[in-house]
């Protein structure tokens, strides 16, 4: 019992920290979820480990953040059977990027060979804001294929003075994640 | 003041203190060791594709044969395993567009170094990547002389990874990225 509690307990707490993270480690917008010290050689040692455990290679968060998302704004799963719709705009970074994950971080298949949208590859309307429709089949627009039962996104948002601006604990908002319909 | 629950009363309460001790330790030296003994981290799945010490232009990201999980698809990599236990490494990058970066990073995956394009800093970037002073230290060969024009990073690992990301702006762009990335390079280079 002395014995389960304790290797139990200490490994459960140990991995629950690694992958899940806390507000000790992790810093939220909405439905992202960034590792605030992600890839500086200081960060501590839960975000380290994720880093390590997950093969994750990220530049040092005093240069560019990243975000992950895996449900929408009201806090359903993300998946493929729905439709969703970001609008990007006020990010005012140096450059982002947009790109659709499955819930293993390999890329979707799709006949487009989409994958991702940045800042310089994303077509904008008149005022400058770019719409991204998420969905399993072809949208008009700026559309990111999606498929599979789990999807999560990924926002890389380069930016020093946005970096800054996290590790001082008051970032700008982040787009919401709408969702439009369900099949 | 309320009963403790029957199975607290049953193991008691030194048990369950150091269990709580023990599940502690056992807590902070799994998170310590994950960085060390992990074989799932980024320096461990690129080795067997990245020669030592040679850039190496990565394929497009494509379902099924990314180089890492969570690596953005929207942009080219050119990559380099060093190992500066014997040479120094020169290391050159075009830094064409916004959005391109020269990172390195050491096997355990921080990242010590990174030079971002910027639209007033575009152009080629040169640096020598040298051990830190305590790996020096431990080597007895007589420092290189450098001029003083040289970049020098000092790397806090022999071993590491260096990354130049070229994000594309569209298939269009894909050649003219990809002609630009291969201009990467990096070489050892004698100390002496």
């Given at each position: 019992m002395f014995v389960l509690l304790a290797v139990g307990g200490g490994l459960g707490s140990a991995w629950y920290m690694i992958e899940a993270g806390s507000r000790l480690s992790t810093q939220s917008s909405g439905p992202w979820t960034t590792w605030s010290a992600a890839g500086r050689p200081d960060a501590d040692p839960y975000t380290r480990a994720h880093t390590a455990r997950n093969g994750l290679l990220p530049l040092a968060s005093t240069l560019e953040i990243t975000y992950?998302?895996?449900?929408?704004?009201?806090?359903?799963?993300?998946?493929?059977?729905?439709?969703?719709?970001i609008v990007m705009e006020n990010l005012g970074a140096t450059w982002w990027s947009l790109a659709a994950f499955d819930g293993q971080g390999g890329l979707i298949q799709n006949a487009a060979e989409r994958y991702a949208f940045n800042s310089d590859s994303v077509m904008r309307e008149p005022d400058g804001r770019a719409i991204i429709t998420l969905a399993r089949d072809a949208?008009?627009?700026?559309?990111?294929?999606?498929?599979?039962?789990?999807?999560?996104?990924?926002?890389?948002?380069?930016?020093?003075?946005?970096?800054?601006?996290?590790?001082?604990?008051?970032?700008?908002?982040?787009?919401?994640i709408q969702r439009l319909a369900c099949r | 003041?309320?009963?403790?629950?029957?199975?607290?009363?049953?193991?008691?309460?030194?048990?369950?203190i150091g269990a709580l001790l023990l599940g502690g330790i056992i807590h902070i030296l799994a998170t310590m060791a994950v960085p060390f003994v992990s074989s799932g981290h980024a320096f461990t799945r690129l080795q067997a594709s990245l020669p030592l010490n040679r850039m190496v232009l990565l394929p497009p990201p494509a379902p099924g044969k990314q180089a890492l999980p969570f690596l953005a698809p929207d942009a080219l990599y050119a990559m380099c395993r060093y190992d500066i236990s014997v040479d120094l490494l020169a290391v050159t990058a075009p830094m064409a567009e916004t959005g391109w970066t020269l990172s390195l990073h050491t096997p355990q995956g921080d990242n010590f170094y990174v030079m971002p394009a910027?639209?007033?800093?575009?152009?080629?970037?040169?640096?020598?990547?040298?051990?830190?002073?305590?790996?020096?230290?431990?080597?007895?060969?007589?420092?290189?002389?450098?001029s003083a024009q040289e970049t020098q990073v000092a790397s806090p690992s022999w071993e590491g990874l260096?990354?130049?990301?070229?994000?594309?702006k569209g298939l269009a762009w894909r050649a003219e990225t990809e002609a630009a990335l291969r201009r990467a390079s990096c070489t050892p280079l004698k100390r002496n």
């Open positions: 992950q998302a895996k449900a929408d704004s009201r806090g359903g799963r993300l998946n493929s059977g729905c439709e969703y719709t949208r008009p627009g700026n559309w990111l294929p999606i498929g599979g039962s789990r999807v999560n996104l990924l926002l890389i948002v380069q930016d020093p003075a946005w970096a800054a601006a996290v590790y001082e604990g008051n970032a700008k908002a982040l787009p919401p | 003041m309320p009963k403790p629950p029957k199975w607290l009363r049953e193991v008691g309460w030194r048990t369950v910027q639209e007033t800093r575009r152009g080629t970037v040169s640096l020598t990547v040298v051990p830190s002073a305590e790996r020096l230290s431990e080597f007895a060969a007589t420092p290189r002389r450098v260096v990354v130049v990301r070229a994000p594309l």
